[in-house]
């Protein structure tokens, strides 16, 4: 585990979550918790506050280092496919792969795919696609300078591979570098060898998972959902949920009918959890109680179920568990507010 990680990278998931609100409101009018999920977010400043922006003199992240690409190779190209049909796109290193997003079934809607981060983490995390295909241009077709001839290629074990709904996959070695520092690249459907500035290469190979993450731990749609158990100190609430074909809901509890709104302000600021970095191997031990449990039952069996929960990790954050794997923290001063504000309805 890169040393500190989840600390350094504190303020920049922070930036990065806040430029994905537009593609969360997508997700959640689905809900119709949406004006209550931003109300809470602005409240408890946990990243969904509007206007957030990332700090001046803050490195960017590697997505964004790619966005900014600007090639002096002119209007070479290594062709590959038409990236509104990418499908996958991985770098692998000595056959490991060290970061991977593909299409895949959706977690929240039966008969959809949508994009997820697949590598290097245990469990899959939600792509941030507010950008996603100005970024995938840039390995749809690889800016060059020009064919290289007379160079005998030598593979570093280094390559990029994209797959393409209807061409298939296709692979692009990275070999040696040049005299100039620029690399040889070879796309494994052509004998024909390519010289590409060094710039390019080594930041659409640096690609991090967590630059592309939503960030969000639970984003579970409400109209999937038919039972919650909440669990927190104090506090063992059930609440059975009706979902009619139009998506209308009515939600009890105990078999009693709970107020629509205050129910729906509830679940927004669940949702309202975000992943701040990711947690050292040392604190991933089964230990203690948690100090808020979550467990979503599904009303599709096409969708699995989902437990969350979070444990103390130290005086800033707490671990996240998600159906038994512990991988990534959380501010712990927002998971307080949070736990306050399910104590405040769940007290009435």
């Known amino acids: 585990m890169r040393e500190d990680k989840s600390i350094k990278k504190q303020s920049k998931k922070r930036a990065a979550i806040a430029g994905t609100l537009a593609v969360v409101i997508g997700a959640i009018i689905a809900l119709g918790v949406i004006s ?23 490195e960017v992240s590697s997505k964004e280092a790619v966005l900014l690409l600007e090639s002096d190779s002119g209007i070479k190209k290594i062709p590959a496919g038409d990236r509104k049909k990418m499908t996958r796109l991985a770098i692998v290193r000595e056959n490991v792969v060290l970061f991977e997003i593909k299409k895949e079934p959706s977690e929240n809607q039966v008969d959809f795919e949508e994009w997820y981060i697949t590598e290097p983490y245990s469990y899959k995390q939600l792509v941030n696609v507010s950008d996603l295909y100005d970024f995938l241009d840039h390995y749809a077709s690889w800016d060059c300078i020009d064919e290289a001839k007379g160079v005998e290629f030598r593979g570093s074990g280094l390559y990029v591979e994209e797959e393409f709904e209807d061409t298939g996959a296709c692979r692009f070695e990275i070999g040696q570098q040049n005299k100039e520092g620029n690399y040889y690249v070879k796309a494994d459907y052509s004998p024909k060898i390519y010289e590409v500035e060094k710039k390019q290469v080594e930041v659409m190979t640096g690609l991090e998972a967590e630059d592309f993450m939503m960030g969000i731990a639970n984003l579970i749609y409400l109209t999937t959902v038919e039972k919650l158990e909440v669990r927190t100190e104090g506090i063992a609430a059930v609440f059975d949920i009706e979902t ?77 568990e998600r159906n038994g794997v512990r991988e990534f923290l959380t501010e712990r001063k927002a998971l307080e507010q949070v736990i306050a504000t399910i104590k405040e309805y769940c007290s009435h």
């Open 36 to 58: 209550e999920m931003q109300e809470y977010g602005e409240k408890s400043g946990n990243g969904f506050k509007k206007g957030a922006v990332q700090e001046k003199g803050e």
């Open 244 to 320: 009619a074909a139009d998506n209308s809901q009515i939600y009890k509890r105990d078999g009693s009918v709970c107020n629509e709104k205050g129910f729906k302000e509830m679940y927004a600021a669940l949702l309202s959890v975000v992943i701040a970095g990711e947690a050292e191997e040392i604190h991933t031990q089964k230990a203690r109680e948690p100090i808020l449990g979550l467990h979503f039952y599904r009303n599709e069996k096409e969708l699995e179920e989902v437990e969350i929960n979070y444990y103390s990790y130290d005086d800033n954050y707490c671990l996240i």
